[in-house]
């Protein structure tokens, strides 16, 4: 018992230092936005920020019981394309549309 309980620890130490990292570079990443991004794309990333912890709780298990996540998955999805049609603007890059959203939401459809 004592063996497998080691493991556990071991276990979860590992997922518990791998989340520490992630949080590391999420929040380095959003200096960066905040530090670069004009108003507009801030704002989109703001969105999109607050989204995507919505569905990792979901995952996990502690969503709100009325959570939808059909909805939230589109909060997401449309928070990203908001998030890249502003800092592609703000950016001055050009090329035509990125979106993600309709295209995930259309390959759902049809798979």
């Known amino acids: 018992m004592g063996v497998i309980v080691g493991v556990l620890g071991t276990l ?13 570079q999420r929040t380095k990443a959003w200096e960066a936005v ?16 607050w989204a995507v912890p919505q569905l990792e709780r979901a995952a ?23 998030f890249c049609v502003a800092a592609r603007a703000g950016l001055t890059v050009g090329s035509g ?6 295209w995930l939401t259309d390959r759902q459809m049809n798979s």
């Open 60 to 82: 996990r298990g502690v969503a709100d019981d009325d959570f939808d996540r059909t909805a939230a998955v589109r909060r997401a999805d449309e928070g990203r394309d908001r």
């Open 12 to 24: 979860l130490t590992a997922r518990l230092n791998d989340r520490a990292q992630a949080d590391a």
């Open 97 to 102: 549309d990125v979106a993600q959203a309709r």
């Open 34 to 49: 905040l530090l670069l991004g004009d108003a507009d794309t801030v704002a989109a990333a703001r969105e999109w920020r």
